[in-house]
């Protein structure tokens, strides 16, 4: 499918993103693993919740859609899952086939997972390995790297661990395997990644320790369900942030987001670059801050960003790359190779196609360097199948001259089904 969008004079209105993505995942497996039922709302319907879901539901989980945004989950406790009949497909998902392998090899059954081309090219053995400390028998293809993977699930011991990336799919993974161990588990982390793991497992009452970088869980502490209520995703207000700054005369708000601090790299540095963006109605509902966003039109001036701040917008870079290129000046970002491991090589894919589009782009091996500010063509760029991707080129788009024609545009679904309709009711003119 592809998408259409035209140069746009602004956007002006209020909305609200779907739910949040990471705590949505977060939501069912925690809910699973809980004692009594959790009643999750503001759920993501997107095609990565559903496949840890449908996960879930082929382990024995009973998974009730009260309708698209809300669910009842029958928890099953700490070790009540079922051995699946079949290979449990995680398709696009990254965050469900490492999350749920912890809870895996921790039970006492074979599981057999997989996904799709792009996850079957993603690092596992950033799992596997810590997993293997804890006894886990776990074996994967490309000598214990790459998708499919195999679990003879078994009992755990705790560990102490210092993860070398950090990493918030790593960090759950170990936690939830060190829940079902003999025994403490300890992680520590170079630089602080997402919490949400950490909050809703609180949330929950384990029993989970958390100072500064280093994260201990008592294995055995048990869960309660709960009801969840899940935020909008910041990671989707993002697009509609960095359009509202730099497309034509803009002013929007955007409802109820999670602030996670762990999650606001973008925002904080699109304020140090001179962006309007104010946050109202600032609240914390079961363990996660939400507040109201308001943005206006902003000029904005080029800055270099690497080190710890990375993992808090490591889902954000493709926009951000965007942003840059009308940011005075040059922008340089260091201390990423991680993006060259997600859905697709997010280093490589936003430099081509803003390349394409005109932007004066320069790729390295652990980043990129935007010098700016640069007027922008409308083109046919590609998505390479990646949601973020797609949605980044969607906003150059609404500043570029012309039309931009972004290719295999489904995609968006991954993340934020209703992207197009939520823009166009802020732009009617963009979208065609
Ligand atoms: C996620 C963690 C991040 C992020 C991904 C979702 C999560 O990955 O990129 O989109 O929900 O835990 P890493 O922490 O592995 O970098």
């Not at 539901?57 to 928890?75: A, F, H, Q, T, Y």
């Amino acid at each position: 499918m592809k998408l259409k969008i035209n140069k746009t004079s602004g956007l002006n209105g209020s909305v609200k993103v779907p739910g949040d993505k990471s705590i949505s995942h977060r939501s069912l497996m925690l809910g699973a693993m809980a004692e009594g039922k959790t009643r999750v709302t503001g759920f993501l319907p997107s095609a990565d919740c559903l496949s840890t879901l449908n996960c879930l539901s082929s382990l024995g989980v009973e998974i009730k859609r009260l309708n698209p945004i809300e669910l009842m989950i029958k928890g099953v406790g700490l070790k009540g899952f079922k051995e699946a009949c079949d290979v449990l497909n995680v398709e696009n998902s990254g965050t469900t086939m490492r999350i749920l392998s912890g809870v895996l090899a921790g039970q006492n059954f074979f599981s057999v997972l997989s996904g799709d081309d792009s996850l079957r090219k993603r690092p596992m053995k950033r799992i596997i390995e810590p997993l293997r400390l804890m006894g886990a028998d776990i074996w994967a293809r490309g000598k214990g790297t790459r998708a499919p993977i195999a679990i003879m699930g078994r009992p755990l011991k705790g560990i102490s661990y210092e993860t070398p990336i950090p990493s918030a799919q790593v960090k759950s993974c170990i936690l939830l395997a060190g829940l079902l161990a003999d025994g403490k588990t300890c992680i520590k982390e170079k630089a602080k990644s997402r919490d949400h793991t950490e909050r809703m497992l609180k949330f929950l009452g384990a029993d989970i320790e958390v100072k500064n970088n280093e994260i201990c869980i008592q294995g055995g502490s048990k869960l309660k369900g709960a009801e969840v209520r899940i935020p909008g995703d910041f990671s989707s207000a993002s697009f509609l942030l960095v359009a509202a700054l730099l497309a034509g005369d803009s002013e929007i708000t955007i409802e109820n987001v999670g602030v996670n601090p762990t999650r606001m790299g973008l925002l904080n540095i699109l304020l140090d670059m001179g962006a309007r963006v104010k946050l109202f109605n600032e609240k914390v509902l079961c363990g996660e801050p939400s507040a109201e966003i308001c943005v206006k039109s902003s000029i904005l001036k080029g800055v270099t960003i690497g080190g710890d701040i990375i993992p808090k917008i490591v889902d954000e870079l493709p926009i951000f790359a965007v942003a840059a290129t009308q940011a005075e000046g040059t922008t340089l970002v260091k201390d990423a190779k991680e993006l060259r491991f997600k859905e697709t090589d997010r280093i490589k894919a936003i430099c081509s196609e803003l390349k394409k589009m005109g932007a004066d782009i320069e790729e390295f091996e652990d980043g990129f360097a935007v010098h700016g500010p640069n007027k922008l063509k409308g083109c046919v760029c590609s998505s390479f199948g990646d949601h973020r991707m797609a949605m980044a080129l969607a906003v150059a788009g609404l500043f570029a001259e012309g039309t931009t024609i972004i290719e295999d545009s489904e995609c968006i679904d991954i993340s934020f089904p209703g992207f197009r309709d939520i823009l166009s009711s802020l732009t009617k003119e963009a979208v065609v």
